[in-house]
């Protein structure tokens, strides 16, 4: 995929019964009003019933991570969020932010030794609780999460 791709939803469109692409300033202002139309909308197609609160959270906690951490509270930087619902498969949400990226697997735990202390970072080890899949794509700058 070329560099500046819009991030991809992965679902054909044969059984796609939402599919949503939005562009945020990263301004953590911002999170609130694009969660609540995405969850807005999963409510009004019926999409992932029963999950709604799961999915909110790791949405709420990718967009964070991606402005806070990938733009650096950046207002000037965009954030790409891809939604995409399908019966069978569930709900896809790509989030790309425009960061260096980083290595998931050099985040600490936030359930083991002073940690448990941290006022931060729980970002990820929630994502991962709260859905059923989740990927890194692109250096760490774009996440993929799945809810069956």
Same mark, same amino acid.
């Given at each position: 995929?070329?560099?500046n791709?819009r991030?991809s939803?992965?679902?054909?469109?044969?059984s796609?019964?939402?599919?949503?692409?939005?562009t945020?300033?990263a301004d953590?202002?911002?999170i609130?009003?694009?969660?609540?139309?995405?969850m807005q909308l999963a409510?009004?197609?019926?999409c992932?019933?029963?999950?709604?609160?799961?999915?909110e959270t790791?949405?709420?906690?990718?967009?964070a991570n991606?402005?806070v951490?990938?733009a650096?509270n950046?207002?000037?930087?965009?954030?790409e969020?891809?939604?995409a619902?399908?019966?069978?498969?569930g709900m896809?949400i790509?989030?790309r932010?425009?960061?260096?990226?980083f290595?998931?697997?050099?985040?600490?735990s936030?359930v083991?030794?002073?940690?448990?202390?941290?006022?931060?970072?729980?970002?990820?080890?929630?994502?991962n609780?709260?859905?059923?899949?989740?990927?890194y794509e692109?250096n760490?700058t774009?996440? @993929?999460?799945?809810? @069956?």
């Amino acid at each position: 995929m070329p560099q500046n791709a819009r991030p991809s939803c992965e679902f054909d469109s044969q059984s796609l019964l939402l599919k949503l692409d939005v562009t945020i300033e990263a301004d953590v202002e911002a999170i609130t009003p694009v969660v609540e139309r995405v969850m807005q909308l999963a409510a009004e197609i019926k999409c992932a019933e029963g999950k709604h609160f799961e999915i909110e959270t790791a949405l709420r906690e990718a967009l964070a991570n991606a402005i806070v951490h990938g733009a650096r509270n950046d207002p000037s930087k965009q954030i790409e969020l891809c939604v995409a619902c399908d019966v069978e498969r569930g709900m896809l949400i790509v989030v790309r932010d425009p960061g260096p990226g980083f290595d998931p697997s050099n985040i600490p735990s936030p359930v083991f030794g002073e940690n448990v202390y941290s006022a931060h970072g729980r970002g990820i080890f929630l994502i991962n609780q709260l859905m059923d899949e989740v990927k890194y794509e692109r250096n760490g700058t774009e996440i @993929h999460m799945r809810k @069956h």
